[in-house]
Each structure stands twice: as structure tokens, then as C-alpha cells.
């Protein structure tokens, strides 16, 4: 069975400063994880995606985000936050030993960009 | 612009009532998922459908149904109506169901449902 944990239900940012939204994963085999973004009143947008290779993915936006397998996790970061970040974030995950083909997503976490 | 269509945007309507969701992948895609978003439960997987045919499904109760026409166009109907239905729904599409799980999907702007 696949699952995928977003620990935090809001992150607070100043404006400038790097952020992070946390995710964690379990997963049978190879996981493959992405991260979407939500915008008010807007559906899911894709930002990146692991599927192998490189542990660090460059997304959209200026966001990246780091695999680790012995963690278990794939974390999203910017090094400079802007207060149009502020959205909700949602992290999924799809367990390529097989299965489902359909990710499971997070709770979602929710990011505030502070001016 | 995702490219993925839904309509309506907003839908009110009462308890016991039946609604038709409806959903434009992108040009392209042969497979469509429904999701449901609310507050308490988050996002929530429907059912999938590639190029006409049902591939999965998640947790759609009995008074939901779904298909995909020759078109590729997709349509959710909910029926019975409660008011616990009250959600965001959104529809995906990706490129094709055997690869579904590497590549991404590509979300519609979602109709929300009040149920009165």
C-alpha cells in the first residue's frame, strides 16, 4: 500500500526567506512522487516530479525538491519565498512496485507568505 | 490554463436532487480522473477512465456514477443528494493509463457543489 504524510498543516514565511514544505512517503517499491500546487478558487497545478535519477528536481516557479530514500521523504523548498507562493501545497505519491496507477495525495499543506 | 474544462463552475441545488458534472480532458489525453476536495477529508480519488473504458476506482459511493464518451469527454453524476456532498470537484486528465503513475496530471478548475 501506498501513503504519503505532509506533516504540516500550515508553514508561516517572511517574505525573502528560504521555505520548506515537508512530505514523507511509504511506499512497497520505487516511489514516484510529485508535488502539485493550489491556488484559491483554482484546481491542482503541477510543480515537479521524482521518478529516478538526480535526487534534486528543479520545478516550476523556482521550486525544488530532494529526494531521500533512507528518509522516506521528498521535501519541497525555495531558497527565496515571495507572497505569491502563498497557496496550498499538496505532495503525492505512487508506489511503483505496481498496483493502483492513481497517486495518493496529501492533506495538503498550507503556505503563508508574510510581506 | 491546464486545459482541462469543467461546467458548470458552480452548481446549488437540494437534498434528494441529481446533478451532471461534466469534464474536457486535454487534447490528447485519453484518461480522466475524478477527485472530490472537501475540508475534512481532502482530496479525494473518484474513479478513472481511460479512452471509454473504467480503470479504477477509489472511494465513489453508490450514488455516484461516471463514464467517458467516444469524444473523450467525461461525466459525473452524483444523485440522491446529501448535504455531506457539498465538496470541490475536479477532474484530471493525463496521457494515458498505463503510464499514469510517472506522469502528471493535468487538473480542470473544478465545479463546486452546494447542496442546500
Known amino acids: 500500500a501506498q501513503s504519503v504524510a505532509q506533516p504540516e498543516d500550515q508553514v508561516n514565511v517572511a517574505e525573502g526567506n528560504p521555505l520548506t514544505v515537508k512530505c514523507t512517503y511509504s511506499?512497497?517499491?520505487?516511489?514516484?512522487l510529485f508535488w502539485y500546487v493550489q491556488y484559491p478558487n483554482r484546481g491542482l497545478q503541477f510543480l515537479l516530479k521524482y521518478i529516478t535519477g538526480d535526487n534534486l528536481v528543479k520545478g516550476s516557479y523556482g521550486f525544488e525538491a530532494e529526494f531521500n530514500k533512507s528518509q522516506t521523504s521528498f521535501h519541497l523548498k525555495k531558497p527565496s519565498a515571495l507572497v505569491s507562493d502563498s497557496a496550498l501545497y499538496f505532495c503525492a505519491v505512487r508506489d511503483g512496485a505496481g498496483g493502483s496507477y492513481i497517486p495518493t495525495f496529501g492533506r495538503g499543506t498550507s503556505l503563508i507568505v508574510h510581506p | 490554463d491546464s486545459g482541462v474544462t469543467q461546467t458548470p463552475k458552480h452548481l446549488i441545488t437540494a437534498t434528494g436532487q441529481r446533478v451532471t458534472l461534466r469534464c474536457s480532458p486535454r487534447s490528447g489525453d485519453l484518461s480522466v480522473y475524478w477527485y472530490q476536495q472537501s475540508l475534512d477529508q481532502g482530496l479525494q480519488f473518484l474513479i478513472q477512465?481511460?479512452?471509454?473504458?473504467?480503470?479504477a476506482k477509489g472511494n465513489i459511493l453508490e450514488r455516484f456514477s461516471a463514464q467517458q464518451f467516444p469524444d473523450l469527454h467525461s461525466e459525473l453524476n452524483l444523485s440522491s443528494l446529501e448535504l455531506g456532498d457539498s465538496a470541490l470537484y475536479f477532474c484530471?486528465?493525463?496521457?494515458?493509463?498505463?503510464?499514469?503513475?510517472?506522469?502528471?496530471?493535468?487538473f480542470g478548475p473544478g465545479t463546486r457543489l452546494t447542496v442546500l
Open positions: 477512465y481511460y479512452n471509454g473504458e473504467e480503470r
Open positions: 484530471a486528465s493525463s496521457v494515458a493509463a498505463r503510464l499514469a503513475g510517472l506522469n502528471e496530471q493535468f
Open positions: 511506499v512497497s517499491g520505487n516511489p514516484y
